[in-house]
């Protein structure tokens, strides 16, 4: 409930920040042969861009991406493009999707992509996925590349770290396939010290990098603050010590208490300062 919890705030956050943005922006319904470009055939290529958004080598770079996602996972993300300010018929679009396209020879993610406004994404998956990845999950999914799109600089850009980031998340969704079932705790990733303790299902990448740091980070302030104190304490000792200096007594010699060639008697005025550093001092009056 907890993690249900934070992540509907997080959700809310993200929404209402894009809503200030894009509040006057108006709508234009994707109907006629735009919609018919997207919906009316099944799709060729894991890229459909049929208003051409992104250019030659951009439109290639992003193709290259999904071949080689698809070639290396038991899922397919396909990706569909479309102008940020243009809006979706649900009726005709959900039909055209469910009723029209067949059947994936392998489960897929279907990416809805608004350039400009990733906030507006829309992820549908195949039913064979959606049976097993529980809808918390694939919110959770979305609203981390929708976060990760935020240091992007051109919409482009944005795209691109969108998919990245979405390939790292489907991983999580290929085991939940081969497990066969929905996971009964999902995912959730917690700073240390937020209170409860870190519930994890799996062992992604970035967790483990997170744990690393965390656990390492530690060791080495506590290393450094135990080398501070000691030098501190060393400190302290050096200026707290005094010196003390043996009596000896010497053999009257012609009648005096010295030996011969002795020509003056030093006498140091400090006792908690080095007997060198006192010297150096007589020697310089």
């Avoid at 501070?228 to 010497?250: E, K, N, Q, S």
Wanted: charged share 25%; net charge negative.
């Amino acid at each position: 409930m907890k993690a249900h919890a934070v992540l509907l705030a997080a959700m809310l956050t993200h929404a209402f920040a894009f809503a200030q943005t894009g509040a006057d922006v108006e709508r234009v319904p994707l109907e006629g042969r735009w919609h018919d470009a997207y919906f009316a055939n099944p799709p060729q290529g894991l890229l459909l861009d049929p208003q051409r958004l992104l250019r030659g080598s951009e439109a290639r770079d992003a193709r290259e991406f999904l071949d080689y996602y698809a070639s290396d996972s038991k899922i397919n993300l396909r990706v569909l493009l479309f102008k940020g300010d243009q809006e979706l018929v649900r009726s005709s679009t959900e039909t055209a999707l469910h009723g029209h396209w067949p059947s994936p020879d392998k489960p897929e993610v279907v990416l809805y992509y608004y350039m400009g406004t990733p906030e507006r994404a829309e992820l549908h998956l195949s039913e064979a996925l959606d049976a097993v990845v529980p809808r918390i999950e694939q919110q959770r999914a979305l609203v981390s590349c929708i976060e990760f799109t935020e240091s992007a600089v051109t919409a482009p850009e944005a795209l691109e770290k969108f998919m990245v980031q979405l390939s790292i998340r489907m991983d999580r969704m290929v085991r939940l396939l081969e497990a066969g079932a929905a996971s009964p705790a999902p995912l959730v990733m917690k700073e240390p010290g937020e209170g409860d303790p870190i519930v994890t299902q799996g062992n992604e990448p970035l967790q483990k990098v997170k744990a690393f740091w965390w656990r390492w980070g530690f060791m080495l302030i506590g290393a450094l603050v135990a080398i501070a104190l000691f030098i501190v304490a060393c400190a302290i000792h050096r200026r707290r010590a005094t010196y003390r200096f043996p009596d000896h007594d010497v053999r009257e010699r012609l009648g005096g208490a010295h030996g011969a060639g002795v020509g003056a008697v030093i006498y140091f005025s400090s006792r908690s300062e080095p007997p060198a550093a006192q010297l150096e001092q007589l020697k310089r009056h």
